[in-house]
Every structure is written in structure tokens, then in C-alpha cells.
T-cell receptor, first 111, second 112 residues
Framework: RKEVEQDPGPFNVPEGATVAFNCTYS??????FFWYRQDCRKEPKLLMS???SGNEDGRFTAQLNRASQYISLLIRDSKLSDSATYLC????????????FGTGTQLKVEL | DTAVSQTPKYLVTQMGNDKSIKCEQN?????MYWYKQDSKKFLKIMFS???????INETVPNRFSPKSPDKAHLNLHINSLELGDSAVYFC???????????FGAGSRLTVL
């Protein structure tokens, strides 16, 4: 089983739609979790950290379910500019700063 | 001012050559990294340095040698390049305990 697994997509959604991505991780002792965004041929950039109680940043909501070992990202009112690959990132316990990246879920928002 | 800058952005070279990629960060971070992103977009850590000391060294061929002259710089030298080395190499930095990475724009290496 991969350390961090994501559905690669692509998810094609119309503008204004709500879309959700899930990510599962294998190490139950993992300590910190993030979503990064990567545009085509660009570097990954932090979108948001994921906190145990769930957290929201504008149209984006991240949730963590430790019991089931998954993280989710919900995007409301999708914009064309949300089109990108969303990378789930996990820091396993004892891993120091050895962040483990999922392969990403590609989102395409269309008119 | 670019926070994490790496050069060159593009590198095309022949098999067997030796090449270097340089990285500099002006964020005052303690930790720097090299990641490799292959054609399947999988981003995998190669090395990490904290205050010039090597702290993460993944299973990477010893043709790859990182060097950190100071905590703001981390360079990557690759000897005897192979076709499979073709990838995008990202430099990144973070504060020691923050876990949040700031990436450079990437260096796209093509080995012919």
C-alpha cells in the first residue's frame, strides 16, 4: 500500500460546482497534514494545513479523519482558476521534515 | 525578490555528462531539500540539510551528491547522467519545525 494515495482524476467540473477530493494515508502515527496545489509546469505551493478539528479558508474546507486515516478537501463555487493538481501531503511520526506527497488529483474547472 | 531560487531552469545534456543545479533561499530557513518529480508527477524527497548538516538521505544513487556551503544554499551535483535521471528537480526550504515547504520553480533536466 502506498504511503499516501489519491485518485489521480481528472475531475472535470463546471464553474460554480462543489468538488471534493479524498486522500488516504497508511501510517496511523502520522502527525501533520497539508494540501498543496501545483499548477501545470509550476512548483507546488501550500494551499492549507489540515487540523484535527477541520478548517476552512474561504471556499476551501479541509477535514481529517484519523480513525479512517483519510484527509479531504472540499472546494465550493469552483472557479476556472482552481484548475490545478491538488497534492495531499503527510508528515509521518518520527519523519522529521520528511513530508510524503501523494501523486495528486487533477481538477479541471470548465465554463 | 524570489524566496527560493534555483538555476538553471532548463538543462538538456547527454548521457554520461556531469551537471550541477544550484539553489538559494533568502527566507532565513534552517532546512533545505531536494525533491525529484518524475514523468508521472510523483514528488519524492532525495535529500535534506539542516544548518548545513545532512539529515535525510533517501535511497538515491551515489551519483547524486548534495552540497550545502551554508544554510542558505544547497546545490545538487549529478555524475554520469542516465536517461532515467530526466525529471524536474525542486529545491525547497522550511523552518525547522514548521513542516511547511516553500519550493523553488524547479529545474527541468532532460538527458538525451
Amino acid at each position: 500500500r502506498k504511503e499516501v494515495e489519491q485518485d489521480p482524476g481528472p475531475f472535470n467540473v463546471p464553474e460554480g460546482a462543489t468538488v471534493a477530493f479524498n486522500c488516504t494515508y497508511s501510517n496511523s502515527a502520522s502527525q501533520s497534514f497539508f494540501w498543496y496545489r501545483q499548477d501545470c509546469r509550476k512548483e507546488p505551493k501550500l494551499l492549507m494545513s489540515v487540523y484535527s478539528s477541520g478548517n476552512e479558508d474561504g471556499r476551501f474546507t479541509a477535514q481529517l479523519n484519523r480513525a479512517s486515516q483519510y484527509i479531504s478537501l472540499l472546494i465550493r463555487d469552483s472557479k476556472l482558476s482552481d484548475s490545478a493538481t491538488y497534492l495531499c501531503v503527510v508528515n509521518p511520526k518520527g519523519g522529521g521534515n520528511k513530508l510524503t506527497f501523494g501523486t495528486g488529483t487533477q481538477l479541471k474547472v470548465e465554463l | 525578490d524570489t524566496a527560493v531560487s534555483q538555476t538553471p531552469k532548463y538543462l538538456v545534456t547527454q548521457m554520461g555528462n556531469d551537471k550541477s543545479i544550484k539553489c538559494e533561499q533568502n527566507l532565513g530557513h534552517d532546512t533545505m531539500y531536494w525533491y525529484k518529480q518524475d514523468s508521472k508527477k510523483f514528488l519524492k524527497i532525495m535529500f535534506s540539510y539542516n544548518n548545513k548538516e545532512l539529515i535525510i538521505n533517501e535511497t538515491v544513487p551515489n551519483r547524486f551528491s548534495p552540497k550545502s556551503p551554508d544554510k542558505a544554499h544547497l546545490n545538487l551535483h549529478i555524475n554520469s547522467l542516465e536517461l532515467g535521471d530526466s525529471a524536474v528537480y525542486f529545491c525547497a526550504s522550511s523552518q525547522d519545525t514548521a513542516n511547511v515547504l516553500t519550493f523553488g520553480a524547479g529545474s527541468r533536466l532532460t538527458v538525451l
